[in-house]
């Protein structure tokens, strides 16, 4: 089953890729290795302000990962095309915390475990997920991937 | 026009490359990338300590993003030569932030658009930028790089 | 002198790898880079708990540093062998730490400094170390890697 029919196969669409929110660029290839702009969370397409352990809990926290996966996929198919992923290699992790939340790998497994639902084992990857003190616009997560394609046409 | 050429159209001098602070190197090689050390910010030689949303401003941050982004250009001067940079790949920009700062991003751009100033197309990088609750020695805002380099004599 | 006579020498064996805390896989190789996961600060088989500035001087997370880096080369023992490190690339040093911290890179050193010993010039890599608000299940120090590897019979 191709990456797009198994997300049909859930019922995910991918929404619309933004603007990055700076000067900056969505990702860099280099070599067949793509680097992922960190993407923040949204809800409604604004930012999805909050603090984990303050604001919001693990499991609002893990929904808001698992957003963020999904826009990744969006930018990935808008930059090289779904079935070009030939791995996803590492995932860094910001979770928005106060200084007492330590379930930031919790949070984090609702990205991981969502590309290893869609892409098989070649979306299970290397990660750090760690607490930071504050994300752009005041996002609860925010996640950056490193990603191995395949060669166009293969 | 050359990369030193255009940092002297803009006034600019690259400052001299100092010691890292720590057993480390300041940028490794690997086929063909870069990983450079993380570089904190500086003023007149000495680490430039502040914290953004605290006593620092958006607009001071900025500044300091640009100064690292200009050390940065020396250490890839002195370790591989400026016009051997084909693409600045990825940038890692960390904000000494207090909890309710949420401006990385226009603090990030400070180095993001002097990169795409100096070097064009090839200074337009993937970027994740995020608050931290400290930084080595009390700077302000520090930044990695991963660069891709052009072969030697190429 | 193998890695492994280097630690043997040293009075050093390395642990058992235990699960990862969640959905992602110790490592991951493309091409010739392995990603290494952050791996948090254990002391006795559980989460090193801490924070730098607060709970811990800086000499202890130094420590604790060192003994990620040991667990780091059970990991890249058990996925590659130690014999095919060819090279240390870059360390993503995160410390737990009070909003006052500010010796992150004497805590890195504690990983970095072992390198060295161990692996040699094959062990100085690039490094970004700063202070984070929280790590995954309270830990003080979380570290993460990106290393060359020989290629396989080399």
Known sequence: ???????????ISLPPVLPAAGAFAPAVQTGNLLFVSGH??????????????????????????????I??????DSVAGLDRIAR???????????????????????ASEF????LGPAG???RSAF?????????CVEIELVVELRPEGA
């Open 88 to 110: 996803i290699v590492k995932a860094m992790v910001l979770v928005n915390s106060v200084p007492t939340f330590t379930e930031q790998h919790l949070v984090a497994n609702g």
């Open 124 to 126: 299970k990857h290397a």
């Open 71 to 76: 826009e990744l996929l969006a930018t990935l």
């Open 115 to 118: 590309f290893e639902e869609v």
């Open 40 to 69: 923040i969370a949204r809800r409604e397409g604004k930012p999805w302000v909050g603090q984990l352990g303050g604001t919001m809990t693990t499991e609002e926290g893990k929904q808001a990962a698992r957003g963020i996966a």
């Open 131 to 139: 607490g930071v003190a504050q994300i752009p616009l005041g996002a």
């Open 1 to 11: 089953m191709s990456v797009h029919d198994k997300l049909k196969s859930l019922g």
